[in-house]
T-cell receptor, first 111, second 116 residues
Framework: GENVEQHPSTLSVQEGDSAVIKCTYS??????FPWYKQELGKRPQLIID?????GEKKDQRIAVTLNKTAKHFSLHITETQPEDSAVYFC??????????FGAGTRLTVKP | NAGVTQTPKFRVLKTGQSMTLLCAQD?????MYWYRQDPGMGLRLIHY???????AKGEVPDGYNVSRLKKQNFLLGLESAAPSQTSVYFC???????????????FGAGSRLTVL
């Protein structure tokens, strides 16, 4: 099955700085790559996703890039705010059949 | 419109006991999943279903069984609980292929299970 690795496991930035989280996947057939945010004690929620036919996608302060050749994708958060503090998970799947998650990155934004 | 509801929210078991976690959804989603979340290990897929009457193994299926007799319900069973199964369990659903937002997972609130 698919194997997703995520780095770093923890990330601390100053408010206003940018944060980058990177993931690699093993199965070249994977075609869907979402990112989920989980605040303390809450359920994960989708923040952005990208499909394999697109190289980059942006939504306000959040962007995701995908390099299919290298089998890696990244989450970029600009102008970070304290409310961005959470655990972020990347995931990969072939359509919906078997979605595998990375181990997560705990992002702390210091005011 | 409750979305995805998991019951129970908390449970303490003794080693060897059995129990069933229920995931119920009212969104008419085709796909349903059970994940477990452990510190430092992210979300690991236990079993999933791509439609009523179907189930498939995920990454960590051993020690668990599932059933999807009705489209809206996905049950996760532990026949003989072990301390290694202490975890937070999340159910998730997705609309399925051919639908707008087909791949987006909607998670339940989680069920915290402790096995002593």
């Amino acid at each position: 099955g698919e194997n997703v690795e995520q780095h770093p496991s923890t990330l601390s930035v100053q408010e206003g700085d940018s944060a980058v989280i990177k993931c690699t996947y093993s199965d070249s057939a994977s075609n869907y790559f979402p990112w989920y945010k989980q605040e303390l004690g809450k359920r994960p929620q989708l923040i952005i996703d990208i499909r394999s036919n697109v190289g980059e996608k942006k939504d306000q302060r959040i962007a995701v890039t995908l390099n299919k050749t290298a089998k890696h994708f990244s989450l970029h958060i600009t102008e970070t705010q304290p409310e961005d503090s959470a655990v972020y998970f990347c995931a990969a799947s072939i359509w919906n059949n078997d979605m595998r998650f990375g181990a997560g990155t705990r992002l702390t934004v210091k005011p | 419109n409750a979305g995805v509801t998991q019951t129970p929210k908390f449970r303490v078991l003794k080693t060897g006991q059995s129990m069933t976690l229920l995931c119920a959804q009212d969104m008419n989603h085709e796909y349903m999943y059970w994940y477990r979340q452990d510190p430092g290990m992210g979300l690991r897929l236990i079993h999933y279903s791509v439609g009523e009457g179907t189930t498939a193994k995920g990454e960590v299926p051993d020690g668990y069984n599932v059933s999807r007799l009705k489209k809206q319900n996905f049950l996760l069973g532990l026949e003989s609980a072990a301390p290694s199964q202490t975890s937070v369990y999340f159910c998730a659903t997705a609309p399925g292929t051919g639908v707008s937002g087909a791949n987006v997972l909607t998670f339940g609130a989680g069920s915290r299970l402790t096995v002593l």
